[in-house]
């Protein structure tokens, strides 16, 4: 079992939006997927179409030990796709986690306990490297960085990798990079080719083929409580992000023949 992380420090990078689309076009072709929602904010959830009022089992309750985590997964409108949804009382978790013995573990003492086998666990982190981004860090083997192609790109994403760097000689030396993800690309912009272009030298082949170009249907899709491959399959936001899923196909593939 896969445990991917979606985090980068910069809010509005793309991160849910690369969660929810990752893991919708994932589960579209029939692998077996679980959302985890650990940003206050709830994005991911309200976008999977899971509407605040129905929200009453969160990964706040499992965190805090008010339930066991196999009863606060909720089915989504798409196969195979399921999600643990986040409130805002995940913001006073990450108050009262910091008292805890092992308070960096506890997401993954909790994945632990799962009854369903998934292909892939998908963790939507906040927009900081709080407690909660910590204890995602903690409980996944991989990391997906989404980066905006903008002109402080490059210095957000170097903080970060000397971050991770610090995270894989205290938490989880299991940590790998999966891969830069270039979002809101857009080709007309001379930013985004000259972005793309000094993150390509910087890491080579961390940074994925597969680029996410800006794309309304992408961001009208939540407002409906959809992933963008179920409300315009065939749109360049949709495509792409299906791109995305066989590039990932491609590379584990080649790791395994590597094993
Ligand atoms: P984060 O989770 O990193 O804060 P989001 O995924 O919420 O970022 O994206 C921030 C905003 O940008 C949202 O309104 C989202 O709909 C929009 N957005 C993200 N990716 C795209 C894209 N490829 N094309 C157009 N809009 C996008
Ligand atoms: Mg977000």
Avoid: W
Wanted: include cysteine; hydrophobic fraction near 40%.
């Amino acid at each position: 079992m896969e445990v991917i992380g979606i985090a980068n420090q910069k809010g509005g990078v793309g991160k849910t939006t690369t969660c929810m689309n990752l893991a919708a076009s994932l589960a579209v072709i029939g692998k077996k997927i679980l959302v985890i929602d650990i940003d206050p904010q709830g994005n991911a959830s309200t976008g999977i179409g899971i509407d605040n009022s129905h929200r009453n089992h969160d990964i706040y309750g499992v965190l805090t030990d008010k339930y066991h985590i196999n009863d606060a997964i909720y089915q989504t409108s798409i196969n195979n796709l399921e999600i643990i949804t986040s409130t805002v009382d995940l913001a006073a978790a990450e108050l009262g986690l910091v008292s805890l013995n092992n308070r960096e573990f506890i997401l993954k003492s909790h994945l632990s306990k799962l009854n369903n086998s998934y292909d892939y666990i998908i963790i939507d982190c906040p927009p900081s490297l709080g407690l909660l981004t910590i204890n995602a860090m903690a409980a996944i083997n991989e990391l997906i960085i989404p980066v905006q192609c903008e002109f402080f790109a490059l210095e957000g994403l170097s903080h970060l990798l000397k971050t991770i760097k610090l995270i894989r000689k205290t938490i989880n030396p299991h940590i790998k990079i999966k891969g830069v993800l270039l979002t809101m690309y857009d080709r007309r912009n001379k930013i985004s080719e000259q972005v793309a272009r000094e993150i390509k030298k910087f890491l080579g082949p961390k940074l994925f083929h597969t680029k996410i170009p800006r794309n309304v249907k992408i961001s009208e899709a939540p407002s409906f409580g959809k992933p963008v491959i179920a409300y315009d399959h065939n749109c360049s936001g949709a495509r792409a992000y299906i791109g995305l899923v066989k590039e990932i196909l491609q590379q584990e593939k080649l790791k395994q023949k590597v094993i």
